[in-house]
């Protein structure tokens, strides 16, 4: 095995999903994921993409993102929305909590950790 990837979203199924009914606060927001690496120690990197909605997040896992397009604003409980637009990065920490707006479809490269 290389020490190396690279990869091509059109040549990877992307997993489907959408937010827990419990969770949904607004719309039909969908989900699609490219899963691209699972690493030892629970280590996971790829794509993700969502259309328009609003749901409840809750983190248990450590995120870095970037966005590659779209639009979202994630607001933490009590705190002030933070908007996101192509460029912006942001780290998530295991006990976030708040609030995931996609005002226009989003698409984000992230590695989590478990």
């Keep these: 095995m290389q020490a190396w990837t690279t990869f091509d979203l059109a040549t990877i199924k992307p997993e489907e999903g959408a937010p827990a009914p419990d969770r949904l606060i607004e719309g039909d927001p969908q989900f699609r994921t490219w899963n691209v690496e699972e690493a030892d120690g629970g280590i996971y990197a790829g794509v993700w993409e969502a259309t328009p909605g609003t749901w409840r997040i809750v983190?248990?896992?450590?995120?870095?993102?970037?966005?590659?397009?779209?639009?979202?604003?994630?607001?933490?409980?009590?705190?002030?929305?933070?908007?996101?637009?192509?460029?912006?990065?942001?780290?998530?920490?295991p006990g976030f909590k708040g609030t995931w707006q996609v005002v226009e479809t989003t698409r984000k490269d992230y590695v989590i950790r478990l």
């Design 59 to 93: 983190y248990e896992e450590w995120e870095y993102f970037h966005i590659l397009s779209g639009h979202s604003i994630v607001t933490e409980e009590g705190g002030k929305p933070v908007h996101l637009r192509a460029g912006d990065r942001m780290v998530l920490r």
